[in-house]
């Protein structure tokens, strides 16, 4: 399978710990993006690459927040100091077209107690 | 700012029955428009897109929507739905300036045998 892959599936954490999460995007796509849902709720744009340039952040993303995607490949989304609010399903999805056509990966279910 | 409006939240129809899901955006500069599916358990998959052209356009699994551009509007339809269709369903008209995808709160379509 040559879709979007996410590691890990699952994370639970203590509040005030730090988490990384990582995303494989579809290998020939140089868009990737990290979104936020929450239960009820559509998937938040939180940030989003062009190869290994972050171009934009949501002002959801607090300072606790950074992502990298160095060479322009995988990319990492990282959470320090960890906060209960945090707790939601961390999507990325890749595109490699001028549409915007994306597709998505499994998610990071994240759990902060 | 763009926005996207589902105009049902919560579904519930019996197989066979036909399927109507109401979607309006805001015009952000593109028409590109998409349906997203997450079916319990699974993750974002796009069901279908539209870019130009015939207004009218199939997806997956016999879903169809139909562009009306001076309503701002992209309804999702199926004549008749099966079990298997029981699912979360997204319209994601994409943010013009940066790509990313505005997901409204999306439908919960629950169909019983």
């Known amino acids: 399978d040559t879709g979007v892959s996410q590691d890990p599936r699952h994370k639970i954490t203590k509040r005030g710990q730090n988490v990384t999460f990582r995303c494989d995007p579809i290998?020939?796509?140089?868009?990737l993006y990290w979104y936020r849902q929450t239960l009820g709720q559509g998937p938040e744009f939180l940030t989003y690459?062009?190869?290994?340039?972050?171009?934009?952040k949501s002002r959801l993303l607090s300072d606790r927040f950074s992502a990298e995607r160095p060479k322009g490949s995988f990319s990492t989304l990282e959470i320090q100091r960890t906060e209960q609010g945090d707790s939601a399903m961390y999507l990325c999805?890749?595109?490699?077209?001028?549409?915007?056509?994306?597709?998505f990966g499994p998610g990071t279910r994240l759990t902060v107690l | 700012a763009q926005s996207v409006s589902q105009h049902n939240h919560h579904v519930i129809l019996s197989e066979a029955a036909s399927l109507e899901l109401g979607c309006n955006y805001s015009?952000?500069?593109?028409?590109?428009l998409f349906w997203y599916v997450q079916y319990p358990g699974q993750h974002l998959q796009l069901l279908l897109k539209?870019?130009?052209?015939?207004?009218l356009v199939k997806g997956i699994k016999g879903f169809e929507a139909e562009f009306i551009k001076s309503k701002f509007s992209f309804n999702l339809r199926k004549p008749s739905v099966q079990w298997s269709d029981t699912a979360e369903y997204f319209c994601?008209?994409?943010?013009?300036?940066?790509?990313?995808?505005?997901f409204g709160k999306g439908t919960t379509l629950s169909v019983s045998s």
């Open positions: 015009y952000g500069g593109t028409v590109n």
């Open positions: 290998s020939e796509h140089n868009r």
């Open positions: 994601a008209p994409p943010d013009a300036a940066r790509g990313a995808l505005i």
């Open positions: 690459f062009q190869n290994e340039a972050q171009l934009e």
């Open positions: 999805a890749s595109d490699g077209g001028a549409r915007y056509e994306q597709f």
């Open positions: 539209y870019f130009s052209g015939d207004p």
